[in-house]
């Protein structure tokens, strides 16, 4: 931002990426680890001017995607046509999302110098000897050194900063160090996640409810689509270890006939259960169930995630302040994870601009606050849908499944909570009631 260009930025960062020069070729292997990113987090990315270097690798916009239970009672489908808009999403490999953020970062002319290292330790209110001070602040008054944060790296370098912003992960070193606390849970659940070919091209999103958890088939281009699938640890190691055909095969079981049947085109049968609703109904709502295109290929390597939610009790205090992974992880079912991660970078960079218009510290807490509060509203109600769904979900019990059945053609059938529905998980932020 323009007001933001003339901060000196340190990025303390290990990864080897870092330290060279970013090269993927189209031939080479899809990464199985993606993420969904939606509008919103594509509209930032073209604002900083990174999505111009997502276009020139692989990557799938899809407009479209279906999401049914195992039982056969209930499925929804949501279409980006349904809110007047292009596409619901686009799915990028990693590596490919890294690459681009490096390549914008190197071709900005702004202040930054990359160290490819680890924090050792963080003092807040460092006494004011300037002993050590990496060459980038020992022009720093040695007066002033109180009123920074100290940092020691594992090269031995030691930096000086008005602000820390701590966007190490979920087992972040900054929230450590500094002392946030967090609460939350582990789901004594795994993710299984690789990548699968099939013989034609998919774009649509695909996600089932299974017993022990969702599967999710995401489009990835070039006839390939990644796997999410969650369920039980024992299950994931036993999936994970065994034989590339009897993989295949329980994956095309659980995307289609395994566990229960198809769903029918309405609940119980029939559409009279929303037949007042006719001259409402979106787009979507008159399109049939479809099955998944059929996975023939393995075509990456298989992983294995332990899922847990974690919220960090604040994301600031002077000096420091946590985003994305280090202030709250969540359950993957729904892909949302990353997004709230640049909700709270962008959020970020905007509060920052608007201390330094006023000549406010861009340290100081009440500063920080400021994107504490917004942050926190839209990143528990995400996380509180997503835990809810998780629940819900996790429970086989004849009345709760005609529950969810129902929810889900309500989900299809209801035009406003439809589009409520579409929106918010674009990225508006507007919680999903009715508009």
């Known amino acids: 931002m323009p007001l933001t260009k003339h901060l000196k930025v340190a990025i303390i960062d290990s990864n080897p990426a870092l330290g060279s020069k970013v090269c993927f070729k189209k031939e080479d292997p899809p990464d199985p680890r993606v993420s969904t990113v939606t509008p919103a987090t594509i509209s930032l990315f073209k604002d900083v001017g990174a999505w111009q270097y997502i276009e020139r690798h692989r990557h799938a916009y899809f407009d479209k ?71 980038t602040s020992s022009r720093t008054p040695s007066s002033s050194l109180r009123h920074l944060a100290k940092l020691e790296l594992t090269d031995g370098n030691s930096l000086y900063a008005k602000l820390v912003v701590g966007a190490d992960g979920g087992k972040s070193r900054v929230r450590e160090l500094a ?11 795994n993710a299984v996640i690789c990548t699968v070919e099939h013989t034609d091209g998919n774009q649509c999103a ?19 689509s990644n796997i999410v699938w969650t369920m039980n640890p024992k299950e994931s190691m036993d ?9 295949v095969k329980d994956v095309n079981n659980a995307l289609d006939y395994g566990y229960g049947p198809r769903p029918k085109s309405s609940l119980l049968g029939n559409e009279d259960m929303f037949s007042w609703l006719r001259g409402y109904v979106t787009l979507s709502a008159n399109e049939c169930f479809e099955v998944p295109p059929k996975v023939v290929k393995l075509a990456s390597e298989r992983m294995v995630f332990p899922l847990s939610l974690m919220h960090a009790n604040d994301y600031a205090s002077k000096h420091v302040v946590l985003i994305g992974d280090a202030a709250h992880t969540v359950h993957p079912l729904a892909g949302q994870g990353v997004n709230l991660g640049f909700g709270d970078a962008f959020a970020l960079s905007r509060v920052i601009a608007e201390g330094i218009a006023v000549g406010t510290d861009i340290g100081e807490v009440s500063l920080l606050k400021k994107y504490e509060a917004e942050r926190k ?29 129902a929810a889900l053609h309500g989900a299809h059938y209801i035009s406003p909570l439809k589009r409520s529905i579409i929106s918010y998980a674009s990225g508006e932020q507007r919680l999903p009631l009715f508009s």
């Open 65 to 135: 995607m279906q999401v049914w239970d195992y039982t056969g009672l209930g499925y929804t489908s949501y279409n980006a046509r349904d809110i007047n808009k292009e596409i619901l999403g686009c799915v990028v490999e990693n590596k490919v999302l890294h690459g681009s953020l490096l390549s914008c970062i190197e071709n900005k002319d702004f202040q930054k110098t990359i160290y490819p290292s680890r924090l050792t330790s963080m003092t807040l209110h460092p006494r004011s000897s300037p002993m050590g001070m990496d060459s």
């Open 377 to 405: 509203l839209a990143n528990i109600t995400m996380m509180a849908i997503l835990d809810g769904f998780q629940k819900a979900y996790s429970v086989d019990f004849g009345p709760l499944n005609i529950l969810r059945a």
């Open 239 to 247: 999936r994970k270890s065994m034989s590339e055909d009897d993989f």
């Open 179 to 189: 002392g946030f606390k967090t609460t939350g849970w582990n789901y004594s659940q």
């Open 206 to 224: 695909w996600q089932r409810f299974l017993p022990a958890g969702p599967i999710a088939l995401l489009p990835m281009g070039d006839n390939f």
